[in-house]
């Protein structure tokens, strides 16, 4: 999913001819903490609400400020995953994005890419979440999509994250039932471990009782 998809419609930016107090006016009616400075089309950078704050006079001119304004954009043909990496890295309310020709064309907030993740994740849509611990070297998604798909049920999303000190890895990956009773079956007989399961209708301390039954009954 592109940035340029979920830009903000709310208009966030300053221009270098307003003055501090209409932009410390504008970090109060948006709640956050940064906006971009826009001259014309031209993105000139970034300005802080501690930067405004600073400032010795509100009736100041954002030009006649006496410091350099942070140049982070991204470009609205990347992905919103960079997107997620620069929030996290920067710590900011926003990002301001621009075109191809270098044109300002808005920015994604926080909200926006919330709900752009979601989204991208299927977290919209109703069905279980299975989450698997595995060797890393046992990773295999296409052998894991093949046993869940041959239960009549579709993937949505997946995700890999790396157990903190170990070489495992937990695997999560969400479908399109809630009954996945067979799913999980099918897993267990071919030794994956199923670490925790949500949105399934029953508790997660089910999770070994249900495995044991099913022992039980191969067993018969």
């Known amino acids: 999913m592109y940035i340029g998809e979920n830009l903000s419609t709310r208009y966030s930016e300053v221009r270098p001819t307003d003055t501090v107090a209409l932009a410390l006016d504008k970090v109060n009616e948006l ?16 300005i802080t609400e501690e930067d405004l704050l600073s400032a010795e006079d509100e009736g100041l001119l954002i030009q006649d ?39 300002y064309v808005g920015v994604l907030t926080q909200k926006d890419l919330l709900r752009a993740v979601n989204q991208t994740l299927s977290n919209q849509d109703k069905g279980a979440i299975i989450v698997l611990e ?20 579709k993937i949505l999303s997946t995700g890999v994250r790396m157990i903190e000190n170990s070489t495992k890895v937990e695997l999560t990956i ?24 949500f949105n399934d209708g029953s508790d997660q301390d089910d999770i070994q009782d249900r495995y044991n039954l099913l022992m039980n009954y191969l067993n018969i």
């Open 31 to 46: 709640h956050v903490h940064q906006l971009p400075v826009v001259k014309g089309k031209e993105y000139l950078g970034l």
């Open 65 to 103: 400020l006496k410091f350099t304004f942070p140049f982070i954009y991204l470009f609205d043909y990347q992905h919103i995953y960079d997107a997620l990496q620069f929030l996290e890295t920067y710590q900011f309310d926003l990002l301001p994005i621009i075109n191809k020709q270098k044109e």
């Open 134 to 153: 595995m060797e890393d070297r046992d990773n295999s998604l296409t052998h894991v999509a093949h046993i869940i798909e041959s239960e009549n049920t």
């Open 174 to 197: 969400k479908v399109n039932k809630n009954n996945i009773s067979s799913v999980l079956a099918s897993l267990w007989r071919h030794d994956y471990v199923v670490k925790a399961t």
